[in-house]
């Protein structure tokens, strides 16, 4: 199986290209411009569909063979995309079987991307016949170094609930019961009395009274992931008859809260993600990171592909704030520094119009005389210079767990209390260690967890008895793990385990919670010995062989433990029963695990200062507005030239690179 791109050669850079979108005199301009920039690979294709098949069997590609062939003669090379996201306009009205329907039963109109339903047959075949002209034609081309299936799967079309979805369902169920009464057992349909005599009683979850099955719930998503996955395969395979190129498609880690890119994973030859800057957070640099690791993760640590993010701002934010100068370096490095062998946008040049009209591009409205392309042009010959650092790898001693199917779980009706998020506590715990400068990365929780010093599980409510057992073996054989509240409580069917809570992890925390106590909107408690507070959360702990390292000082469970710790074998395992303060009490006590955990990282640096190894290149990124000397640093300036010998300055808002001695 093909792996990493072979060509272009470095650091790809580049973007969505879509030419069809201008007169031809402007791609003459583009492919000029691009070899100024040092652009070497951009994406082709994606939405070209009812370009080259105007009318139901009949292709024209005369368009995209002069697009390539300029390509090819300026040296760029070409990610070509099949462009079965967006159906023509004559597929919708042929085959109306294949409209989306949302949840409420509407039938969705045309006029965007993603209109189609993944479960239907017509779009199968509609989309196989397509690719395989393309693949036909395209195979041998010169300038395609690798395919790029489809466009962002889940985007708008995670779910569909028409009829075709509905019996599609009920074929996955069958497969994965066997029988109508396993399928009652696991999603507990003797409550309320809505035991399945048959599968073909089974509906999927459309609009329905509060209180839907949660097994049907989370089945529906694992279909729909299954459904999507299926769909890239049978593009993927039509590809590999023709040639055995690296094919692809673009994620939206972690932004695709539908998608479970653990089950993704294996069918990729490399992991690509979108990535689009949160301009409304304080600190989007820090989302930015974690992102970048769990990415890196997905692709089991293997260098992977920043396909598409910005160079400036964006189009469907509430309010589409513009990058700063250098903060479109900062993140684009940010992204290189964990993980990624390429730098992609979307998309080269500003469309006219559409709905990303006011999205930014490589090439702006405002032309080449812009801060826009300077930095473009000047990114370019960072990248060039970087060039060394392909497919070399991240190194992390930490792991955060993180579980789509607990992210689903946890987020359905009816929970303890509205507080209750899962990216709440991932990202509260990861930015805790982002500041302590800690590079982590992500794990599911039947991982393979022994390369790792410390494990944080900051929200498994859903966590099987496997994947709790990997836990606590881990912790057995030395491991150190640091466990947030609400974790442990459920299966995988979202059915409790038995006993007191938290279930599945009672044994390794050694603890036993007797009640929840959620707390009111904006009420605290504080924790003793140490000056914290905690929100959201608190819980009647009761030791079970764990000690209680701090206590509630006040609130429901005061005088109760709030911090446990239990020695278990030759590991130790930590229970946070509150959700810390983001400042001195997470990092504080996340401080005292990491040390306990022998986790090395550097100390006395601002927290504004990002710093990764990636193999021998160290990148250190100042968030920060005032300059930043870092010592113990050996070697050379990549991005600079200079010889550092025992201390590197890094300017305000800049990035320095070293390659060390």
């Not at 965007?112 to 395209?138: G, I, K, M, N, Q």
């Not at 994620?251 to 800057?277: G, Q, S, T």
């Not at 997905?298 to 964006?314: D, F, K, N, Y």
């Not at 504080?588 to 986790?599: E, I, K, N, Q, S």
Request: charged share 20%.
């Amino acid at each position: 199986m093909p792996g990493y791109p072979v060509l272009p050669e470095g650091l790809a850079y580049g973007g969505d290209y879509n030419p069809e979108q201008w007169p031809e005199d402007v791609w003459r301009e583009d492919v000029r411009l691009m070899r100024e920039a040092g652009v070497n690979l951009v994406t082709v294709g994606v939405f070209n569909w009812g370009l080259i098949e105007p009318e139901e069997g009949e292709y024209d590609f005369a368009r995209l063979d002069r697009i390539l062939d300029l390509l090819h003669s300026a040296g760029v090379y070409a990610d070509l995309a099949t462009p079965t996201s967006s159906p023509p306009t004559w597929f919708r009205r042929r085959y109306p079987g294949s409209r989306l329907v949302d949840r409420e039963g509407h039938v969705l109109g045309g006029g965007s991307r993603h209109s189609f339903c993944p479960s239907s047959p017509d779009y199968a075949a509609a989309s196989e016949r397509v690719v395989t002209a393309l693949a036909r034609r395209y195979a041998g081309h010169p300038a395609v170094a690798m395919w790029h299936v489809h466009n962002e799967y889940g985007w708008a079309n995670a779910h569909c609930y028409c009829p075709t979805s509905a019996e599609a369902f009920r074929a996955w169920l069958r497969d994965r019961y066997g029988d109508v009464g396993a399928l009652n057992a696991a999603w507990g349909t003797t409550f309320w009395g809505l035991t399945y005599g048959s599968f073909e009683e089974v509906e999927p979850p459309v609009a329905a009274p509060v209180g839907l099955l949660t097994g049907l719930q989370l089945d529906f998503m694992r279909f729909s992931v299954d459904a999507h996955i299926a769909c890239f395969r049978r593009e993927r395979d039509t590809i590999r008859r023709f040639c055995d190129l690296p094919v692809t498609t673009n994620f939206m880690i972690p932004n695709c809260k539908p998608m479970d890119y653990w089950r993704w994973a294996a069918e990729v030859d490399v992991v690509a993600n979108d990535h689009y800057l949160d301009s409304g957070r304080a600190d989007p640099q820090i989302e930015l990171a974690m992102a970048a690791d769990l990415t890196r993760s997905v692709a089991g640590g293997r260098p992977w592909m920043l396909m598409e993010h910005s160079t400036g701002a964006v189009n469907w934010q509430p309010r589409n704030l513009a990058k700063r100068p250098g903060e479109m370096r900062r993140n684009t490095l940010a992204h290189v520094a964990r993980g990624s062998d390429s730098a992609m946008f979307f998309q080269w040049r500003a469309s006219r119009y559409g709905a990303e009209k006011f999205h930014s591009a490589m090439v702006p409205h405002a032309g080449t005389d812009s801060r826009m392309w300077r930095e473009v042009v000047a990114l370019g010959a960072d990248l060039r210079e970087l060039a060394g650092v392909r497919g070399s790898r991240v190194a992390a001693e930490v792991a955060v767990v993180w579980d789509w199917e607990s992210y689903w779980a946890l987020e359905f009706e009816w929970r303890p209390s509205a507080d209750l998020r899962f990216r709440e506590r991932v990202e509260a715990y990861y930015e805790a260690l982002w500041r302590e400068h800690v590079t982590v990365d992500f794990v599911h929780p039947s991982a393979d967890l022994s390369p790792y010093r410390l494990v944080v599980a900051p929200s498994s409510y859903l966590l099987g008895e496997a994947p709790a057992k990997n836990l606590h073996r881990y912790v057995e054989a030395g491991g150190h793990l640091l466990v947030s509240y609400f974790s442990g409580i459920v299966d995988e069917n979202d059915t409790i385990h038995a006993g007191p809570h938290p279930g599945a992890l009672r044994e390794v925390l050694g603890v036993a919670v007797e009640e929840f106590h959620p707390l009111r909107e904006h009420e605290t408690v504080t924790l003793e010995p140490f000056s914290a507070t905690g929100r959201i959360w608190s819980e009647r702990v009761r030791l079970a062989g764990a000690r209680a390292v701090h206590e509630f000082a006040d609130g429901p469970d005061a005088g109760h433990p709030a911090v446990t710790r239990h020695d278990l074998g030759a590991g130790t395992a930590w229970y946070v029963s509150t959700a810390l303060d983001a400042g001195s009490g997470l990092r504080g006590l996340l401080g005292r695990v990491l040390d306990g955990a022998g986790v090395s990282r550097p100390r006395g640096l601002p927290d504004t200062l990002e710093l990764v190894w990636r193999g021998d290149h160290l990148f250190l990124i100042n968030h920060g507005d005032a300059p930043v000397t870092v010592h113990g640093v050996t070697g050379t300036g990549v991005l600079d030239g200079a010889a550092y010998d025992g201390s590197a300055t890094v300017p305000a808002g800049g990035v320095v690179v070293v390659r060390t001695a």
